[in-house]
Antibody
Framework: EVQLVESGGGLVQPGRSLRLSCAVS????????MHWVRQAPGKGLEWVSG????????AYADSVKGRFTISRDNAKNSLYLQMHSLRAEDTALYYC??????????????WGQGTLVTVSS | DIQMTQSPSSLSAFVGDRVTITCRAS??????LNWYQQRPGKAPKLLIY???SFQSGVPSRFSGSGSGTDFTLTISSLQPEDFATYYC?????????FGGGTKVEIK
């Protein structure tokens, strides 16, 4: 059974940093691209970032470029999102999602349940 | 960036109705178009990928079609568990982008 379990969310002040993690099981993690997708309260889905199977390629939404860094540890079956200079508009439920074999661009086959990030003073 | 526009943003329908949701891309994306269902309080679930391919386990009443810039998701006979919000997503190029969503409600 495929499982993606996010952690690391919480309440953080504007301008501070936070690191999200996603622990994965049930598939060969290092074969697949992985992604972070977020959803602000009551709003739609927004893709945040993606990373290729071997970390050779990363991509970001313009809204987070230069502030967020995606990474993965294939030995630990884990995906990460380091977030700096957080803003109120980054407040959202952050989902970890399994991508496709190979390229970063693709669909999201499985999703975790999300971890909530609230940016507020 | 490729903009994705869904219509309608919401609709009301009866159980058993045929429902069609459309999604338009701001440029041609071939068949790099995917559909998701999100029930309240739940994570999104992949229904259709590559415009018309079924994700494993998705009921056959769901179907997708289209290519280029115009796509549709059709539910042939709406069931109670289908009341949810539906999103399209393009996977032609990064940044990956979603449509604004279509909320399907009970009439």
């Amino acid at each position: 059974e495929v499982q993606l379990v996010e952690s690391g969310g919480g309440l953080v002040q504007p301008g501070r940093s936070l690191r999200l993690s996603c622990a994965v099981s049930g598939f060969t993690f290092d074969d697949y691209a992985m992604h972070w997708v977020r959803q602000a309260p009551g709003k739609g889905l927004e893709w945040v970032s993606g990373i290729s199977w071997n970390s050779g390629r990363t991509a970001y939404a313009d809204s987070v470029k230069g502030r967020f860094t995606i990474s993965r540890d294939n030995a630990k079956n884990s995906l990460y999102l380091q977030m700096h200079s957080l803003r109120a508009e980054d407040t959202a439920l952050y989902y970890c999602a399994k991508g496709v074999l190979g390229p970063v661009a693709g669909h999201f086959e499985y999703w975790g349940q999300g971890t909530l990030v609230t940016v507020s003073s | 960036d490729i903009q994705m526009t869904q219509s309608p943003s919401s609709l009301s329908a009866f159980v058993g109705d045929r429902v069609t949701i459309t999604c338009r891309a701001s440029q041609s994306i071939g068949t790099y178009l995917n559909w998701y269902q999100q029930r309240p309080g739940k994570a999104p679930k992949l229904l259709i990928y590559a415009a018309s391919s079924f994700q494993s386990g998705v009921p056959s009443r769901f179907s997708g079609s289209g290519s280029g810039t115009d796509f549709t998701l059709t539910i042939s006979s709406l069931q109670p568990e289908d009341f949810a919000t539906y999103y399209c997503q393009q996977s032609f190029s990064t940044p990956l982008t979603f449509g604004g969503g279509t909320k399907v409600e009970i009439k």
